[in-house]
């Protein structure tokens, strides 16, 4: 279940917790074993062996959480990218903050309220093992919000206590209210720096309502580091076409020197905004993102 961009919302029928910055994971036990799987339904269990523990708290179920890595105490997404393609998984700690239970022990809880499904989910004890912990819940949005904003998080979701959890759908019952703005893109393109063959700029793109892959502009990779350069030309490389897979025309200066590339490779941007023709102000690189299928890229 995703939530939907928009204001946050007040009423007693509404509970806030903290929006972290990382991938959504679905934590799956089946007769004791672990499997944790992307919204994209990629295996990435052995990414994360610190996560095994899981399988001890939960014998039988499922639940719905984010992966993250802390720096200082709070979300580094860059490290978090890092991790699926690091020659040592292990080098930067994940810790899975579970938010949601969807089945227990056999009895899925899809159709049970939020509140019921979180009283279920907190008699699990999930803080046994420093590697999960238990999204906290709040009652106070605005409080919530203000905090976030002066810890340097992402900001909040808010969710009704009535929700059901309807897998894949976008809900207006789940809100998400963000303090600075993040945009995933598919590259369609790239650009190698003057003096080097290091990847200098991305040429991005968002799906309209159509399925047609809109130009939103460009970004410089380099603030990715060393890291995601060596993920770019891994991904990028074997993905070469001779035309742009953009369904708009785009102005000459965008189209000199750019290797196009099939619209496969998914990265997250911050931004500060839209142009009147639909560009991204100012995008500035994240990482990568794979735990997002490409055609699911809209524009926030």
Known sequence: MLATPGSLPVGPEWLYEVKWDGWRLLADVTDGRLRLTTRTERDVTSHFPELSPLAEMV????????????????????????????????????????????????????????????ATLERLELDKAPSVQLSPIYTDGPALFDATRDQGLEGVLAKRRDSVYRPGRRSPAWVKVAHRRTQACVIGGWR????????????????????MLRFAGRTGAGPGGEATQRVLRKEMTPLGRADSPFADSLPRPDRVGVTWCEPRVVVDVNHVGWTEDHRLRHPILRGVRADLDPSEVRRE
Do not use: C, M, Q, W
Request: glycine share 12%; hydrophobic share 45%; net charge negative.
């Open 192 to 211: 190698p720096e003057k003096t080097n063959p290091r990847i200098g700029s991305l040429l991005l793109g968002v799906y309209d309502g159509e399925g």
């Open 59 to 118: 014998a039988d179920g499922a639940l719905d959480g984010e992966v993250v890595v802390l720096a200082g105490g709070v979300p580094a997404f860059s490290a978090l990218a890092d991790r699926i393609h690091a020659a040592s998984p292990g080098a930067a700690p994940a810790t899975f903050i579970a938010f949601d239970v969807l089945r227990l022990y056999g009895v899925p809880l899809l159709d049970r309220p939020l509140a019921e499904r979180r």
